[in-house]
């Protein structure tokens, strides 16, 4: 075993000694008439604290069959009532310690006691959480549960966000086209000089040439209009070359009669592979 995995297993057989139920003394010869040893009944403490993590002192019955199958003690239906029975009588659903030890030592044998006290803590499911682990597993979920609820939410608003997304992309797309209408980008680029260096006898060049440069310029309401028929004219034209072309295609007699010829090959393969092929 590595050794890394050494001294995890070592802190957490540390840690599971810390469990209440080892600080207690137990009288089962003269309450249940069981001549235990002290090995044995550390054995069966060790076994109740790896079901008890939480040192509560009691586990509930699913708690009970969980560890059951971690430590591959697996009871038969009648074994597992019967103890069912014997730990829970008053029906309250909690199992003490000395219940859990009483229906284990009527139930199995000293070497399937021996064997599951002796699960290296880590192994089968039995590993105890330190706090770092925890929050980080909670932390995972949160984000986990975050990103789940957001796509439902986007699912359950597609109505709204598809056209809301295309219309972002469509404003995205035609923007520059708009600024080209609406701006006046060569107005930036006058080289008639700073105002500090010009001269009373060029405020009539800078005029004209100031309203040459403006003359490009259209509000945005007609600039918005311009924009989308250049768009929208664009893109009837795009369509309209690609029916046309398909049509001249698919009109060509040639290319008809391969097609017609591929059908029938394509039906052929068919019938040959055992599918029967009706006509129209």
Not at 60 to 84: A, H, I, N, V
Not at 133 to 144: D, R
Request: a negative charge.
């Amino acid at each position: 075993m590595p050794a890394h995995m050494k001294m995890a297993e070592a802190k957490s057989t540390k840690a599971l000694m810390k469990h209440p139920v080892f600080e207690q003394e137990y009288d089962f010869s003269g309450k249940y008439g069981l001549d235990l040893t002290d090995d044995r009944v550390h054995d069966l403490k060790k076994i109740f604290a790896i079901a008890n993590q939480n040192e509560t002192g009691v586990i509930g019955l699913k708690q009970f069959q969980d560890l059951m199958d971690l430590l591959c003690m697996r009871p038969t239906e009648e074994e597992l009532d019967k103890m069912m029975l014997e730990m829970d009588e008053n029906g309250d659903g909690e199992i003490e310690f000395e219940e859990f030890a009483v229906a284990l030592v009527h139930t199995y044998d000293d070497d399937m006691l021996s064997d599951a006290a002796a699960t290296a803590i880590g192994a089968r499911g039995t590993t105890m959480w330190e706090r770092g682990e925890i929050i980080w597993a909670i932390n995972t979920n949160i984000v986990i549960l975050c990103i789940s609820m957001q796509t439902c939410l986007l699912l359950f608003f597609d109505f709204i966000l598809m056209p809301m997304t295309l219309a972002y992309f469509m404003v995205f797309l035609l923007l520059p086209l708009l600024n080209v209408f609406s701006k006046r980008p060569l107005n930036e680029k006058l080289s008639c000089g700073p105002p500090a260096d010009r001269k009373p006898e060029d405020e009539s060049i800078v005029t004209c040439c100031t309203d040459i440069f403006t003359l490009g310029k259209v509000p945005v309401g007609l600039g918005v209009i311009l924009t989308l028929v250049v768009f929208f004219g664009t893109l009837i034209f795009l369509v309209q070359l690609v029916i046309g072309e398909l049509t001249e295609f698919l009109d060509d007699p040639e290319i008809q009669d391969n097609l017609d010829q591929l059908k029938i090959d394509f039906d052929t393969y068919l019938n040959d592979s055992g599918l029967v092929i009706l006509g129209e």
